[in-house]
């Protein structure tokens, strides 16, 4: 439905270059229409409240594809990913530093002063993973039920070994690090001369 044989090829060599390398993250999202959205996405973005300038996109990384909203609420940007049947996987949220909890953001900074020569903090994501039903409630602004999963994603232009790289690094709801993938870019999709 979305996948064309000149991107299965590429996804094919990233994916031997992810198992060669390591642990990195490649990323590519394209916009899509409304009407090649799962129904399962759809009713479930039908639930949310008060949404604005919602867009659809198709993400394919390393690990498969997904299906992505992206909109404004409250003054803050969401994203809720579904897998590509239409089923829920996670509902992310921007945040700022300062809207972070104290202790969490200590730790976090704590780890990536153990980890990096210098660093800079790029952007923080607030993930919550959980039930349908729970997710809707935390998407709509309600109390997070006890359920859910709650982890930052932080992206973080980290210098180690003499070379700045970009990272993304996940840390759970106290702020202890469970990932760390490098963000490596796609330069082209056709071979330059």
């Not at 089923?87 to 700022?96: C, F, G, L, M, S």
């Not at 109390?143 to 759970?172: H, I, S």
Request: net charge positive; glycine share 6%; proline share 3%.
């Amino acid at each position: 439905m979305f996948k064309n044989s000149g991107t299965c090829f590429i996804l094919f060599f990233m994916l031997l270059a992810y198992t060669a390398q390591g642990q990195q993250k490649l990323e590519r999202e394209t916009t899509i229409k409304k009407e090649l959205v799962p129904a399962q996405a759809l009713q479930f973005i039908e639930g949310v409240k008060d949404k604005k300038r919602l867009k659809w996109y198709f993400e394919e990384n390393l690990e498969g594809a997904s299906v992505e909203a992206k909109f404004k609420a409250e003054g803050s940007k969401y994203s809720i990913e579904f897998d590509t049947a239409g089923y829920i996987e996670d509902v992310e949220v921007v945040r700022k530093m300062r809207q972070m909890p104290v202790p969490v953001l200590k730790s976090i900074c704590t780890t990536l002063d153990t980890i990096f020569t210098r660093h800079r903090i790029g952007k923080i994501q607030q993930q919550f993973t959980g039930s349908r039903q729970a997710l809707l409630q935390v998407a709509n602004r309600q109390q997070v039920p006890p359920e859910v999963v709650v982890r930052y994603e932080v992206v973080v232009k980290g210098k180690k070994d003499k070379a700045a790289r970009l990272y993304e690094m996940t840390f759970n709801d106290t702020g202890k690090l469970l990932n760390t993938r490098q963000i490596i870019f796609k330069n082209t999709d056709n071979l330059e001369y």
